[in-house]
């Protein structure tokens, strides 16, 4: 499945019904089944179920069901009778205005699903979320990277910590210069920024 069929666009208070096609998309039992499982026991905020289909609420951004990236967009008027042309028109029209809101708002809540494996399509809400988190990455930069406490142990060339004996005699029996140790660090080393590295470099990867 390429990422132009894997990609549907449609507005907040929507609907999806079985065996309609959207953006060339055909929504199938597959993709019925994949909305119900994402929505399990308890439900989700962004949209509800209802009979052979799926209705929007009024959340607006992106998630991911199953293999589908699903871009929902604001609407403003109630406009009955469109062409192809007009629909795609009116959602590059939607699409805009959003980004051009969420970018003029700082502070907006952003909520987010428990999918990791959302697809990147260019000129999507998705990007903006991107743009968002590569800029709050940067101002942690200029601010400086907050330090912690993080336990190491290994050999080093000058005895600090506390001595792990029975690894210090199994790996330096013939390194005499060398000591195994367990001691402490406060350095900006630690999982938070782990987990900020990992996702600049999927982010890299997408785009």
């Known amino acids: 499945m390429s990422k132009d069929k894997s990609h549907i666009t449609v507005f907040e208070h929507g609907f999806l019904r079985l065996g309609q096609t959207y953006n060339n998309v055909e929504f199938d039992g597959t993709l019925l089944k994949a909305f119900q499982k994402h929505y399990g026991e308890k439900g989700v905020p962004y949209f509800t179920l209802i009979h052979n289909g799926v209705k929007f ?39 805009k205005t959003l980004i051009g809101m969420l970018k003029s708002v700082h502070g907006f809540e952003v909520k987010t699903t428990s999918s990791s494996h959302l697809k990147l399509k260019p000129n999507t809400i998705l990007d903006l979320y991107f743009e968002l988190f590569i800029k709050e990455v940067e101002g942690l930069l200029h601010k400086g990277l907050v330090k912690k406490y993080r336990k190491t142990e290994g050999n080093v060339t000058a005895l600090k910590g506390s001595l792990s004996f029975g690894k210090h005699i ?11 140790v367990r001691y402490t660090s406060y350095d900006v080393e630690h999982q938070l920024h782990y987990i900020l590295y990992k996702t600049i470099c999927l982010l890299q990867h997408l785009n």
């Open 57 to 95: 609420n009024e959340h607006v951004g992106v998630i991911q069901v199953g293999k589908t990236l699903i871009e929902v967009l604001p609407k403003a008027d109630k406009v009955t009778h469109y062409t192809e042309d007009d629909k795609s028109l009116e959602k590059d029209t939607w699409r």
């Open 170 to 180: 199994q790996q330096n029996l013939v390194h005499q210069e060398r000591f195994y």
